[in-house]
């Protein structure tokens, strides 16, 4: 199945610094979703995004649904240890019931 | 807040024995998703259920079967179990396709076969 070029793969950063992370597609979607994932956990729901150019935040976290419809941004400001682990894409395509997720990035903060 | 509530957290099994993963959301979704996740490969979806006793395969259903009775409840089976099948098993629900419809994860089941 189709998966989404997510990018980067890991980060390992100093704690203070921000973050950036993306995801791309060929094919246009109607909602992207932002997931965090802790060591043994499911997959936390971080930022849902329903339109194009939208820019949502929470928190220290914002994301963005390129107004191509085909990528979305995640942005971590200032951050400190907890913000370790794999952060997800997801996208649906309308009329779809299933998503399609990136591979995640792996965020390493060091204090 | 929607719950999805799946019923080990870790499993050791045996080559050959009949697995069960069960998996139950307290929000009425109509839709539930059984993933299987492993390092490099991210979420890949095995099967999923849109309705009571409708099923649909995923990107990977070989070696795999699901149930679905009641609307809360989702269980995949492995009819005879192999050491590739070693991996995290995630649960999901979402209501039906509609405006903001948010997919939720339960807190994964790591299956080891040996």
């Known amino acids: 199945g189709q998966q989404l070029n997510q990018s980067p793969q890991s980060m390992f950063i100093q704690e203070g610094e921000d973050v950036s992370m993306n995801c791309t597609s060929s094919?246009?979607?109607?909602?992207w979703l932002w997931y965090k994932q802790e060591p043994g956990e499911g997959p936390v729901l971080l930022i849902a995004?329903?339109?194009?150019?939208e820019l949502t935040s929470n928190g220290r976290l914002t994301a963005q649904f390129g107004i191509t419809r085909k990528d979305s941004f995640l942005n971590i400001s200032a951050s400190i240890p907890s913000d370790v682990g794999i952060y997800f894409c997801a996208g649906r395509r309308g009329g779809s019931e299933k998503l399609v997720f990136g591979k995640g990035t792996k965020l390493t903060v060091n204090p | 807040d929607v719950k999805v509530t799946q019923s080990s957290r870790y499993l050791v099994k045996r080559t050959g024995e009949k697995v069960f993963l069960e998996c139950v959301q307290d929000m009425d979704h109509e839709n539930m998703f059984w993933y299987r996740q492993d390092p490099g490969l991210g979420l890949r979806l095995i099967y999923f259920?849109?309705?009571?006793?409708?099923?649909e395969k995923g990107d990977i259903p070989e070696g795999y079967s699901v149930s679905r009775e009641k609307k809360e409840r989702f269980s995949l089976i492995l009819e005879s179990a192999s050491t590739n099948q070693t991996s995290m098993y995630l649960c999901?629900?979402?209501?039906?396709?509609?405006?903001?419809?948010?997919?939720?994860f339960g807190a994964g089941t790591r299956l080891s076969v040996l």
């Open positions: 999901a629900s979402r209501p039906r396709t509609g405006s903001k419809n948010i997919q939720y």
């Open positions: 259920s849109y309705d009571v006793k409708m099923k």
């Open positions: 094919s246009i979607f109607n909602t």
């Open positions: 995004l329903y339109k194009a150019g």
